[in-house]
Structures are given as structure tokens and as C-alpha cells.
């Protein structure tokens, strides 16, 4: 039989089993990492804060007991509250699990655990001439175990993919009786143990299984990286230079689109070193030094050949940082908050700015993008638009106020009818930001769409077969 225990019973039994300084249940604390980076809220008993897998199993094997809920959570700046609490439960935190326990060149690893920040990683790996391929957009905040947890991509996705393509190994805690720990995977890169764990767990957001450590691989970091910006009037003009490089088998390191709407608003709000009209093309190709002049000249005549009105190129990374070649990219997500700022009418006044999430076939990129806009139109809710235009990948950016009870009441309409707009067009409402509770209708969408609703059938019996009395993390994906 299951005893329900009171708040104050937990934060105690808590502390025996932790120590008093790894648990916390002051209210600011609480409500702190009760909420996600849009506008995700709840609440929670307290938030623990493990040293250890073994702590973490020990925390995981008294929720069992005692049927409480848990929420494993990184730096929490996903967008779809996959990482917020939605009943009262735990909060397990990982910010004092961020150690770097092993980097190997040689055997191309790197043994992180979950609270090790992705930036820490690279840093260190940097300077070893080495690198993690994969590069969220929230780097500077997302966490190792935030990041398998949601299956994370980013603008290398062109080339290098998402965290399931460079997880080698994982040690997860089970919610059963005895919080047991499992290390799935290990630390090559070909490695059959049955069905593949390791991938399963990657992307589950924490419904699965409590990652608490993972083995990374790594690559070396370009010798050169060529870098080509240009400008065009008509999305067809930049569709057409994204075919004829593709055809001319250059692989491009990133390749990063934002429409013409966006560039014209983000240059107002932030402004920008390059300068040009209409839609923006970045790409960048990972070269040796001696081939980088030709293969510049070959993006630059496939741009000029495609009616490009501004072309900017660059022949080292440190140049096109320098140039700011990135700026509009990087910084079309800041200008939509600084925009979305000048709209608030007092101090008091909430903003809602949300990123949307999907991909279609990069050869229906115009038609996603014109719909986009007619959505924006139908809604009143102003949106930039921008993305991973090599596997078509993009973000939408909206926003809206607390006063607009009307758009507010109309957004989730909004963002259903943006996965629809993807899933029509042969593509996927999540790419790289996971379902957890805005996206779960979308996915059912999906998987009618292509005649495949039983697999949410298997997935659901999966839940229950890791989480019998369904503790971890509740509510999100299924």
C-alpha cells in the first residue's frame, strides 16, 4: 500500500537522505524551477540537488515508494514545459552534477554529467583543437543532460545531425523499487547490446529514465571555415542557390536562412554590420586553408547566378564573427524580445514570446513559409521567421501579451495549425525542441496523418513498461 505523506514529511525524510544542503523549499527557490524559458508555470515540494548518481537513486527509490512525482530538470530553457512540474512533486536538479569526468582524443569521447554545461564542454575541448558537434541555439544555458533529454540540434544540424547521432553512452536511474542504475552504450562507436536503450532514451524528455551522465563523441574542429552571406529579393532566388550548391556535392557546415520581414525588423531593432535587401542566405563549409579561395568562388558564383542583390564572403570563422556576418541570425531572436518589449503598456505587463519548432523537405521550404505568413495574417500575431534551411528546419517567433486576452485565446489554435502547416507539407511538427505539452496534439496529428496512430499505442505501453506507476515526469509527450 501507498501513504501519501505530507510537504513537510517529504523535505524532512528529504534531508535524512541527502543532507539538509541538498534539498530546498523556500517558495522563490521552488517556483524559481517551477517554470520553463516561455511561460510554463507550476509548482513543486521542493527541489533537490544530487552530487551523485547514487543520490539520485536514492531520491528516485523513496518517490517510488511513496508515489511521488519527479522532474528532472537541466538549466530548464526548453520552450514546450517538458522540464516544468505539473503536479506536486521533486524537482531533481542537476546544477551540482556538472563535472567532466574523462576527455579522450585518441577513442574520440568526452564523460560528461547531466548538469555539465554544453559550453564547459567545448571549451575545454577547444582547446585540444576538438569539439561536440551539436550546437543548441541556447548553448551558453543548456546542460548535457538537458540537451539528450530533448534531442537537441542546432545550426551544425546541416552537417553533424542532433544529439541521437553523437550519444554514445548513457547511466540512467529507473523510477522502480530499487532507483536502479543502468549504463546503456559505452564508449566506441559501433556497439550492439540488443535494442538500442541509449537512442530510445535520447529525445524522451525525461519520461523514460533519469539521465544522470553521458558519453559523448567528438570530432576535430575545421581546419577553415568559408564563409558566404547573401541577399535575395524572392524566396525562390535563395531556394534556387540552396539546390545549386547542394547539386554541386558541397556539404555545408552551417546553412542558415531568415526571411525578409525578419531581416528588415531585426536590422531596426539590433541593426547589423552587413547590410542588404530582402531574404538572407548564410553558408558556411568546412575546408583546408589551400582549398578555401576556390570554394568561396564557387558560392559566390552560385549565389551571383541565382539574382543574389549583396554578397559578403569571409575565409576564416574569426573573419565572419568580425564582420558580424552572423548578426542577423543570432540576433533575430533577441530583436523579437525587444520588439515584443516596446509593446508592453506598463512595467506590470507580461510578454509571451514563443519559439515554434518544425521542418519540412527543404523543397517546400517557400510553400511552408508563404502559409506561415497567411497564419500570421489570419491571427494578429506578429511573427519573425527564420531557420536551418539545409534540412529545413524552421522558427517561427510569436509573441503577445497578458492584456490580449483574444490572442492569447487564440494562440494554441495558432501553433496547432503551424504543425499542420508542416505535417501537409510531408514534414514534422518537432524538430529539436521536443513535444512535452504544447506539441502532444501535434504528434497525435502526425502519426494519424501517416496511418501510424498505433505507434502512440507502443509508445504509451514503453511508459509503462520503464515507469510502471507513471512518477517520471508526468503529462509531457504522450
Known amino acids: 500500500m501507498v501513504y501519501r505523506l505530507a510537504g513537510s514529511n517529504v523535505v524532512k525524510d528529504l534531508r535524512k537522505i541527502l543532507g539538509p544542503d541538498k534539498v530546498d523549499d523556500d517558495e522563490l527557490v521552488v517556483k524559481l524551477y517551477s517554470k520553463d524559458a516561455v ?41 514546450v514545459g517538458s522540464s516544468t512540474p505539473r503536479e506536486d512533486g521533486i524537482v531533481i536538479s542537476f546544477d551540482r552534477m556538472n563535472r567532466i569526468k574523462e576527455v579522450n582524443i585518441v577513442d574520440s569521447y568526452v564523460v560528461a554529467e547531466a548538469g555539465a554545461r554544453m559550453l564547459d564542454v567545448n571549451n575545454l575541448l577547444a582547446a585540444k583543437g576538438y569539439m561536440f558537434p551539436v550546437d543548441p541555439a541556447s548553448i551558453k544555458a543548456v546542460t548535457v543532460g538537458g540537451a539528450v533529454n530533448s534531442g537537441a540540434g542546432g545550426m551544425r544540424g546541416a552537417k553533424y545531425g542532433t544529439m541521437k547521432d553523437w550519444v ?69 532566388d535563395l531556394l534556387n542557390a540552396v539546390i545549386n550548391i547542394k547539386e554541386s556535392r558541397i556539404n555545408p557546415f552551417i546553412m542558415e536562412f531568415v526571411d525578409a520581414d525578419t531581416v528588415r525588423m531585426t536590422m531596426k531593432a539590433l541593426g547589423s554590420k552587413i547590410k542588404g535587401e530582402g531574404h538572407y542566405l548564410l553558408v558556411s563549409v568546412d575546408t583546408t586553408p589551400e582549398a578555401t579561395n576556390r570554394v568561396l568562388s564557387q558560392l559566390e558564383e552560385i549565389m551571383r547566378k541565382n539574382s543574389v ?34 509593446g508592453l503598456k506598463s512595467p506590470n505587463s507580461r510578454m509571451y514570446v514563443y519559439v515554434e519548432d518544425i521542418s519540412v523537405p527543404p523543397t517546400k521550404t517557400i510553400e511552408a513559409v508563404k502559409r ?30 497578458d492584456h490580449e486576452r483574444e490572442k492569447k485565446e487564440k494562440f494554441e489554435d495558432m501553433i496547432l495549425e503551424i504543425m499542420e502547416v508542416a505535417i501537409s507539407l510531408d514534414g514534422v511538427m518537432s524538430s529539436e525542441h521536443g513535444i512535452g505539452m504544447t506539441k502532444k496534439e501535434g504528434l497525435a496529428k502526425q502519426l494519424e496523418a501517416k496511418g501510424s496512430l498505433k505507434a502512440l499505442d507502443l509508445m504509451k505501453q514503453i511508459k509503462r513498461v520503464f515507469d510502471p506507476k507513471g512518477i517520471l515526469n508526468p503529462g509531457k509527450v504522450l
Open 39 to 79: 511561460y510554463f508555470e507550476s509548482n513543486a515540494l521542493a527541489v533537490v540537488f544530487p552530487t551523485s548518481t547514487e543520490e539520485v537513486s536514492e531520491v528516485v527509490r523513496y518517490a517510488y515508494k511513496h508515489d511521488l512525482k519527479i522532474y528532472p530538470q537541466g538549466s530548464a530553457s526548453e520552450i
Open 309 to 342: 542583390t549583396a554578397v559578403y564572403t569571409a575565409r576564416t570563422m574569426a573573419e565572419a564573427e568580425a564582420e558580424g556576418f552572423f548578426d542577423i541570425r543570432r540576433n533575430y531572436y533577441p530583436a523579437s524580445i525587444r520588439l515584443a518589449a516596446e
Open 168 to 236: 554514445s553512452g548513457l547511466t540512467v536511474v529507473l523510477p522502480d523499487e530499487k532507483g536502479t542504475i543502468l549504463k546503456l552504450g559505452g564508449k566506441t562507436a559501433k556497439n550492439r547490446e540488443g535494442y538500442d536503450l541509449v537512442r530510445l532514451i535520447i529525445g524522451s524528455e525525461g519520461t523514460l529514465a533519469v539521465v544522470t551522465e553521458a558519453t559523448l563523441r567528438i570530432v576535430p574542429q575545421p581546419e577553415s571555415l568559408a564563409t558566404v552571406v547573401g541577399f535575395f529579393l524572392t524566396l525562390e
Open 372 to 401: 506561415l505568413r497567411e497564419l500570421e495574417k489570419k491571427y494578429g500575431i506578429p511573427m519573425t521567421l527564420g531557420g536551418h534551411i539545409s534540412d529545413g528546419n524552421l522558427h517561427p517567433i510569436l509573441w503577445f501579451y
